[in-house]
């Protein structure tokens, strides 16, 4: 470090966090570097709400690693512009999609995944198929449905997809708001029942699932026990805690990450 920046007595912590903290000071401003790095971070970030999901890719590296059945659909925003300035068309479908999912029912799953841009594509892309692998080892005797890939998508999306696929649950794997040290957060929202009209109250949520952050294995034991005790109770959302953890012998390694129930749903 130059001589002519004053160390923060905290740069030692620097180690244990990605958090902007200890980062020096030059006179009254921040170091070169460490302003740099915002400054590519904030970009990182404004991309990631930006940028659109290549569905095809995504399909085809679907079908790659043996998840067959597949379906794409889109909500009512026609595009980027209208998804962000108008959260409701994010939440339901187009008419062109709620067709072809009607034409594609076919019993009643246990359970549909569905993949969502949300508010980064970056996340959609990059941790949706390790975490389905993750999790579908764990669901040997399960039905499941289809996979769904939505574009233009709010996590409320997922309870119209479930509804006209008769799905038992439906899990929605979103990307989640960016933040300045991770614009490729996935957010995974579980909805016993769904139908259109739940509320926020009746889904379970486990954000933050990347590398960097919950990892996909312990994701995936999360999300196996809320998916087994929901459909022995016949609910999720706040009346099925999260007590995962208790059946390891030593909780996975990641930054905190499981809520109850979800925030309102501003994806």
Not at 47 to 58: F, K, M, Q, R, S
Not at 210 to 225: D, M, V
């Amino acid at each position: 470090m130059s001589e002519s920046v004053e160390k923060n007595p905290w740069d030692g912590l620097r180690a244990f966090t990605n958090a902007r903290i200890a980062l020096g000071r030059a006179g009254n401003s921040l170091p070169t570097a460490p302003l740099l790095a915002f400054n590519l971070s904030h970009a990182q970030a404004r991309d990631a709400v930006h940028h659109p999901l290549d569905a095809d890719a995504l399909h085809e590296q679907l079908h790659v690693h043996g998840f067959a059945t597949t379906l794409d659909v889109h909500s009512a925003a026609p595009d980027r512009e209208h998804y962000l300035r108008r959260p409701d068309l994010g939440r339901r479908l187009s008419d062109a999609s709620r067709s072809l999912l009607s034409n594609a029912a076919r019993g009643e799953p246990d359970v549909v995944f569905a993949i969502a841009d949300g508010l980064s594509a970056f996340a959609a892309s990059r941790q949706s198929i390790p975490m389905l692998q993750a999790i579908h080892a764990n669901l040997h005797d399960w039905q499941i449905g289809p996979i769904v890939v939505a574009r233009q998508s709010r996590v409320a999306l997922g309870d119209e997809i479930g509804e006209i696929l008769r799905a038992r649950m439906v899990v929605m794997l979103i990307g989640e708001r960016p933040g300045l040290s991770s614009p490729d957060s996935l957010g995974i929202y579980l909805t016993y029942a769904p139908k259109v009209g739940c509320s926020d109250a009746q889904r379970n949520c486990i954000s933050n699932v990347r590398p960097e952050g919950l990892s996909f294995a312990a994701a995936a034991h999360k999300l196996h026990y809320l998916l087994t005790h929901a459909r022995r109770l016949g609910l999720t959302g706040v009346g099925l805690k999260d007590e995962s953890d208790a059946l390891l012998e030593a909780a996975p390694s990641a930054a905190p990450s499981t809520l109850t129930a979800s925030t309102p749903d501003t994806r």
